[in-house]
């Protein structure tokens, strides 16, 4: 029952939500990387985990299924 109160929950984790907000704002991975005090390769991490929980190939498909789904905004 908790889980009903607490309200829908989000597909990405916070720093996935992070990483695509950035993304959408036409950071390079670098840029996202240096912003966010990690790797490059854990922001590469973070959109290749969630383009695999969204079942798409690309990060401009992410990023369409993540508009479409009310995940982030543009």
Same mark, same amino acid.
Do not use: C, W
């Given at each position: 029952?908790?889980?009903?109160?607490?309200?829908?929950?989000?597909? #990405?984790?916070?720093? +996935? *939500?992070? @990483?695509?907000?950035?993304?959408?704002?036409?950071?390079?991975?670098?840029?996202?990387? %240096?912003? #966010?005090?990690?790797? +490059? *390769?854990? @922001?590469?991490?973070?959109?290749?985990?969630?383009?695999?929980?969204?079942?798409?190939? %690309?990060?401009?498909?992410?990023?369409?299924?993540?508009?479409?789904?009310?995940?982030?905004?543009?």
């Amino acid at each position: 029952m908790k889980d009903l109160e607490r309200g829908p929950r989000s597909l #990405l984790t916070k720093r +996935e *939500k992070e @990483v695509f907000d950035l993304l959408v704002q036409d950071k390079t991975t670098k840029e996202i990387a %240096g912003h #966010l005090y990690i790797s +490059e *390769k854990t @922001v590469r991490n973070h959109i290749s985990n969630a383009m695999q929980k969204l079942g798409v190939k %690309g990060r401009s498909q992410a990023v369409i299924e993540l508009i479409r789904l009310g995940e982030i905004q543009i």
